[in-house]
């Protein structure tokens, strides 16, 4: 078979596994398509399908292909971070500036702390820091990687949850959005490289000027040519964040942050998501799998990984409880929205990625990472939905 029918059948795998198993078993109270197309990447991976057909695997997912594979991954991640960056609205989050601050800060804060006192722990044993990275960057990076939240797949959970548009489900979309421009800066002082500050320096004053053009021309432009544009400029962003030594992704947020969402229409942006969650992200999620190691670590992967979701968890829930308790909130209204925020997913597992394409990060640590992502976001419905329905229609209402 030539590398075109390969590719192909490669394609029809990373699409219809993962569909099927969603699909017949019915999965998505606990695993959302995402998720399960998330955990079809690691099942479809050199650790498992490699390890229990490895002829096989060796057939289907070969150097060239994964290759081609790769290439789609990149511009998959791209155009997802980009629109992440695009939904960011940071007009509300001032205009409740106290309140949001507050509660980002110690929902942000505490998983945090909580992270890194794990990331302590595990550092002290070999096979966890990467190659090219220093203690405190590995340190800082695990730590930062427990107190992600996925403000995407927040989104598509509270929409499933019927809050997306209630005003529980935009304080928590504040809340949200301000912890994700503060992951993004800490990731840019992870991977801040003293040999390539002039470029880097280089980067943010070109890009600060480039985008004041970018905004100018995009008011002025009609809604169907914003698209083309936006993507030219994303594709632009993400060639001058890699070369400045930050990485393309921390680009395509940046050519997303400084996009108005009313530009392109909150319906457009919304099946625009819903296209690439559905006809290129599996391809990431493979490209995540292939990345997955399980040698190193063996089943000291398991618990890290439980040790990882307990700071994660916990360090997410005792922050919210305690912005609760200054803000006059209810135990069940903090416990709602400390669920709804420790969801991980898609950005956290970008954010390993990073890590680990800069080797921060291990492949085993990047695998016990990517375990606390999945099991973090199938905690979040079933935990979530009968602290909603406790909570009735008086938190729906309020401001």
Known sequence: MNLTEIYL?????????????????????????????????????????????????????????????????????????????????????????????????LALGMPLLAGTAAAAVILQFPGWRGAQGEYWQALLGIGMACAVTALPILVLLMEKLGILREAI??????YASLDDIAIWGVLALILLDWERIGRQAMFLVGFALAAMAVRWLMARLSENDRWPVGLIWLALCGLA?????????????????????KWFGHDAMDRFRSVVLLTVMPVFFLSTGLRTQWEGG??????????????????KLIGVHIAGRILGWSRTEASLIGWLL??????????????????????????ALLLMAVGSTMLTTPLATPLLKKLGDRVRAEA
């Open 9 to 105: 059948i490669a394609l029809t795998i990373i699409f219809a596994l993962p569909w099927i198993v969603w699909r017949v078993l019915r999965t998505d109270y606990w695993a959302p398509l995402v998720v399960v197309q998330i955990v079809g990447g690691i099942l479809l991976g050199p650790g498992v399908l490699g390890a229990v057909f490895p002829d096989y695997y060796a057939f289907v997912f070969r150097p060239d292909v994964i290759i081609a594979l790769n290439g789609v991954a990149w511009w998959a991640v791209m155009l997802f971070v980009w629109i992440a960056g695009i939904e960011l609205d940071l007009s509300q989050a001032w205009k409740h500036r106290g309140e949001t601050g507050l509660t980002a800060g």
């Open 298 to 315: 063996g089943l000291a992967v398991f618990g890290v990984a439980a040790l990882l979701l307990a700071a994660a968890v916990g360090g």
């Open 342 to 367: 420790q969801t991980k997913a898609l950005i956290m597992i970008i954010f390993a990625n990073i890590l680990l394409d800069k080797q921060v990060i291990t492949p085993t640590t990047f695998t």
């Open 169 to 174: 489900g935009q304080r928590i979309l504040r």
């Open 241 to 261: 964040g890699d070369w400045s030594g930050l990485h393309y992704m921390v680009g395509a947020f940046l050519a997303g942050v400084v996009l108005d969402a």
